[in-house]
Every structure is written in structure tokens, then in C-alpha cells.
């Protein structure tokens, strides 16, 4: 069985390329992952806000409820993107600072053996579509397979 890892955003087009990566997965049983990534410092910012309440319920915000977040958000994305899913998926995630997102793609893509990158790109004028994100340029660099890139 063949394996895609897709970048989900949650943005629109990110939303777009996760209905489209889906319709490619049904039809030639492809397994995928949905990928996302939490910033480090959005992590801290969720931790700090949750600490006070940890202080009153004895509770607290790690790394692993992080994940389960994205987990969680990713399950949404799928269930608000189709009915009932016709093809498998794996949910992953990462706290990642946003300098390193391109290497945790590429390594999450390769941890899975992944043949293929799904990745959405910001929107840009025409000439500046020339010129990718750093993120999406440096997949495309360095990755050593196919890639999906939607441009919003």
C-alpha cells in the first residue's frame, strides 16, 4: 500500500488540499497520514493560561495533551472534510518551532515511508508563486519524492 503524508493547516486551502489528497487516497488505496505541528511558543502561551487553572484542579498542560489536541483537531478536520472517509488514515503531529517545520515534515514523511508530500503554500502574486515559503521550498528541495503544492 502505497503512503502520503499530508500537511494539514487549517487553513482553507489546507482544508482544499485535504479533500483533494483524500479523493487521490480512495481512489488508488493509498494510506495517509495527516500531519500537523503546534509553534513551541504557542504551546508555552496555552501552558501559561492553563497553569492558573491547574493551580485551583490540580492539573497541568504537557506536551502530551498538545498532541492529543492536534490529534483531536485533525479528527475534526477529517469529519467536517468528509461523510465517511474511504480510505485509511493515521493522525500525527509535532510541537515544532517553525524554523524546523520543513525537517519534521520531511522526517515525519520518511518515519512513515511516505512516497508522497501533500503541502499547501501561501497565497502570493504571480511572480512571488515563483518563490515559495521557506517551509514548501525546502520540502521541495530535500524531499525524494512526489509533492502536492496548493497555492491558495
Sequence with gaps: MERALVVVDGTDQGDRLLRKAGAIAAGVGTKL???ATVDPDEFDETRATLDVIADVENTSYSERDALQSIHTRLEQA???????PTFEYETIGSVTDPDDRASRIIAAAEEYDCEHVFISGRSRSPTGKALFGDTV???LL????????RLG
Excluded at 477529517?78 to 465517511?84: L, N
Design 33 to 35: 497520514f495527516l500531519f
Design 78 to 84: 477529517v469529519a467536517e472534510t468528509f461523510e465517511e
Design 137 to 139: 521550498q525546502s520540502v
Design 142 to 149: 530535500n524531499f525524494d519524492g512526489d509533492i502536492t503544492v
